[in-house]
């Protein structure tokens, strides 16, 4: 259990450092662009276009709500739910997880909110950077956390599937 732990730690502390330097770079080199409320950026520096349909570019998209935008004119009371969350998943981690499987999964997590809270600290609002048109549709912008929070939610799901088998 002690390897799980220290390869979870590992992974989250890189996956942390990622998304902070590339939060930086975006925010020192790539002027901020104005987005709607649906969150369809325009600018940029474009990576690919029309790759069977798919474009891909680099922005500099900022967010003062959770997930694509949703309670933005909550600042302060999402702040502290997100610093509440942080400290709930540190304890089911540290005091409760009895499953190896839950360990890098839930450090993705923490990873992912604590930087979208240093983020808030540090810049007033989170930096997104990752802009993809797939097909015409403008999928909201996202960062690295936003990409650990996901990859760790899908993974506890999996993992939950496979440990109520066993």
Not at 94 to 122: E, M, Q, S, W
Request: glycine share 10%; hydrophobic share 55%.
């Amino acid at each position: 259990m002690r390897k799980a732990y220290a390869i979870g730690i590992i992974v989250g502390c890189c996956v942390l450092f990622f998304d902070i330097l590339t939060k930086w770079a975006v925010y020192t080199a790539i002027p901020p662009i104005s987005t709607s409320f649906w969150g369809f950026p325009y600018g940029g520096i474009p990576i690919f276009q029309n790759f069977f349909g798919v474009e891909f570019s680099i922005v500099h998209a900022t967010n003062k709500g959770a997930a694509w935008g949703a309670l933005a004119d909550y600042q302060i009371p999402l702040l502290i739910l997100r610093i509440l969350l942080l400290f709930a998943l540190a304890g089911y981690l540290t005091f409760f997880n009895r499953h190896k499987g839950y360990v890098i999964p839930i450090c993705l997590l923490i990873a992912g909110a604590l930087g979208n809270v240093i983020d808030y600290f540090h810049y007033g609002v989170v930096i997104d950077m990752f802009k993809f048109v797939l097909w015409g549709y403008h999928y909201p912008v996202f960062n690295i956390a936003d990409i650990a929070i996901t990859i760790g939610i899908v993974w506890m799901i999996l993992a939950s599937f496979y440990h109520d088998r066993s």
